[in-house]
């Protein structure tokens, strides 16, 4: 029997150690948190702090456990700890250097500090974490700045234009696109996206998209495994890269929208190159199931302890398949944050013949969700 080690484990583990379980696999749970999802499904806990790296090694060592994270940062960073792999493809400004050594169309950027003149000069700067996800910890630096200096941080100039989601599958130096899908941010928000769906755009632009992706990886040593990247189109029609991740999307975005979309077992693939298993060009190859699709995040823009959150009974739509799922429950404290956890819940729609998704999802939300919030806790 195989034994695997999942970090975290969390809600978004949970169907991976169920996956898991299905190949009669044995699994193991670590997160500090002692209230994570996935000590109560996985087969045994490591009470054993995430941070003693020495200790975590001997132990998966000793028993011959194979370490595996999905959709998370942090636990693929774990991972490659455990795994005596660096974490260098995580850092932003090492991403922008690469591009820029690939000739790949890069905005300017300048790690750790910032000057009134360059600032002066690009009017707009972003500031984020050389590490870093889920739109944390980002800013809009656009009045009255003198000399900047945050350690550890990647200033670059804001490049107006739409931002776009791309996921795949990279394997053996190739680049299986399964999703190019335009994002919609919150109000207000620079970070936080609510709406993914169907871009549309040109197979010219896609095409220039998979191969400077392509490039990237190659150029960057990515591992065989899922990827998340991000890009921005201006309204010229050029192509920046915003970031890039060497593991999935998370949201369930790659493991049911993109399984969905490719008809590929993407849960079997990642386990199998983990374990450096031959995985076949047919079975990473997209089918394209669908045209049309959507995920339409439902994001707080209220405060306050839940009294009930669910989604009402709905008669199944004709040519449109729903999925629906809650993330919160009853009792949670919820209020409105600059990143991905403002989310609380989601609708997914997919369609092969339905081009107008948007709307009807709108609809349906305002229908059949039902979220009743209170000043006081609820059990």
Excluded at 149 to 169: A, R, S
Excluded at 307 to 325: A, E, N
Aim: hydrophobic share 35%.
């Amino acid at each position: 029997m195989k034994k695997f080690l999942v970090v975290p484990s969390s809600l978004w583990q949970c169907e991976l150690i169920k996956f898991l379980h299905k190949k009669n696999s044995f699994v193991y749970s670590l997160d500090d948190n002692n209230l994570a999802a996935g000590h109560k499904i996985a087969d045994k806990r490591i009470n054993i702090k995430i941070s003693d790296t020495k200790k975590l090694k001997k132990f998966i060592k000793r028993n011959k456990i194979i370490p595996i994270s999905t959709c998370s940062d942090f636990g693929q960073k774990v991972v490659n700890k455990l795994s005596n792999n660096k974490n260098n493809l995580f850092n932003k400004y090492l991403q922008r250097l690469k591009q820029q050594k690939l000739k790949i169309k890069t905005p300017f950027f300048k790690k750790d500090r910032i000057s009134r003149k360059e600032f002066i000069k690009f009017k707009k700067i972003v500031a984020k974490p050389l590490y870093g996800s889920g739109s944390k910890n980002v800013f809009l630096l656009n009045k009255n700045l003198k000399n900047k200096l945050m350690k550890n941080y990647l200033y670059e100039q804001f490049i107006q234009g739409k931002e776009y989601n791309v996921d795949g599958f990279f394997y053996n130096k190739k680049f299986y696109l399964y999703a190019i899908m335009e994002k919609k941010k919150v109000p207000n928000s620079l970070t936080v996206s609510y709406v993914m769906k169907s871009s549309y755009l040109a197979k010219s632009i896609q095409n220039n998209i998979k191969s400077m992706l392509q490039k990237f990886f190659i150029g960057m040593g990515y591992p065989n495994g899922p990827i998340h990247a991000e890009v921005i189109i201006t309204n010229s029609k050029e192509v920046y890269m915003v970031e890039s991740h060497p593991r999935e999307a998370g949201f369930d975005l790659f493991y049911k929208l993109c399984k969905k979309i490719s008809g590929k077992n993407l849960l079997l693939n990642k386990i199998n190159s983990v374990q450096n298993i031959t995985i076949k060009e047919n079975q990473l190859s997209s089918n394209k199931n669908y045209s049309h699709y959507l995920q339409r995040m439902l994001y707080i823009n209220k405060e306050g302890y839940i009294k009930d959150i669910y989604f009402k009974k709905y008669k199944k739509f004709s040519k449109i398949k729903i999925f629906t799922k809650i993330f919160k429950k009853k009792g949670d404290y919820i209020k409105y944050n600059s990143d991905d956890a403002s989310r609380v819940g989601y609708v997914m729609l997919l369609s092969k013949q339905h081009k107008n998704l948007t709307g009807i999802a709108e609809k349906f939300i305002k229908k059949n969700f039902v979220l009743k919030l209170s000043k006081r806790y609820y059990l």
